[in-house]
């Protein structure tokens, strides 16, 4: 079973500018979440998909960064103008609800975002 | 609210010694538990996780958790370490209430630094 996919896995921007990032989650895993883990820290949940409908962005700072899952499938997270502190590795992670094993999330390898 | 609490940043341990990664929770309701690892450059693993039953949860590679509500705690341990067990320790807590159907919210603490040392 493939796992979940992210692209690109590193990107270097300068502040200001616009960056997206994509994410393909486990086939068939129906849940879709966005991280954002700064250096020294866990990661902390951005924003939560259940299919194509937000269930909960409530720590997304929306006056930059925005997500979307048009097709229930792939997502994309961007940030329009970056500023310094977004430096940070985006984590993609996908769970599937009502499998029995709807509690555990499985995580992508994380796009390592250096903004200068 | 909940959150988790792991006071250790960086644990320092020599090769074959034993190890304990500590973490705390605190929650208003019945919580689920995991530690998930992250190598060098990778994202993170699933090691092992606490949903029911048995309070007593094992990895495949050795290392062990259990969960104690009244100390509401969830610590790791494994009785010898090796130099390929170097990495980053998360602990997280999902308050999902009963599993069917729910999505699972998880609060990540800050993590632990295992360097296992020759």
């Known amino acids: 079973e493939a796992g979940v996919a992210q692209s690109p896995r590193y990107k270097i921007i300068e502040k200001r500018q616009s960056v997206a990032f994509w994410c393909n989650p486990i086939?068939?895993?129906?849940?879709l979440y966005w991280y954002q883990q700064i250096l020294g820290q866990g990661p902390k949940l951005l924003i939560q998909?259940?299919?194509?409908?937000?269930?909960?962005d409530s720590q997304l700072p929306k006056d930059r960064f925005s997500a979307e899952r048009l097709k229930g499938v792939d997502s994309t997270l961007k940030i329009q103008p970056a500023k310094l502190e977004d430096s940070a590795v985006y984590l993609c992670?996908?769970?599937?609800?009502?499998?029995?094993?709807?509690?555990?999330?499985?995580f992508g390898p994380g796009t390592r975002l250096l903004v200068l | 609210a909940q959150s988790v609490t792991q006071l250790d940043s960086q644990v320092p341990v020599f090769e074959e010694a034993p190890v304990e990664l500590r973490c705390n929770y605190s929650?208003?309701?019945?919580?689920?538990l995991f530690w998930y690892v992250q190598y060098p450059n990778q994202g993170l693993q699933l090691l092992l996780k606490?949903?029911?039953?048995?309070?007593l949860v094992e990895s495949i590679n050795g290392f062990e958790a259990e969960f104690n509500k009244s100390q509401t705690s969830f610590h790791l341990r494994k009785p010898s370490v090796h130099i390929s067990d170097t990495a980053e320790y998360f602990c997280?807590?999902?308050?999902?209430?009963?599993?069917?159907?729910?999505?699972?919210?998880?609060?990540f603490g800050k993590g632990i630094t295992l360097s296992v040392r020759p």
């Open positions: 606490y949903l029911s039953g048995s309070t």
């Open positions: 992670a996908s769970s599937s609800p009502g499998t029995g094993d709807q509690e555990t999330q499985y």
């Open positions: 086939s068939g895993h129906a849940t």
């Open positions: 997280a807590v999902s308050d999902s209430p009963g599993g069917k159907g729910a999505n699972s919210k998880l609060t």
């Open positions: 929650s208003s309701v019945s919580v689920y």
């Open positions: 998909f259940q299919n194509n409908g937000v269930v909960d």
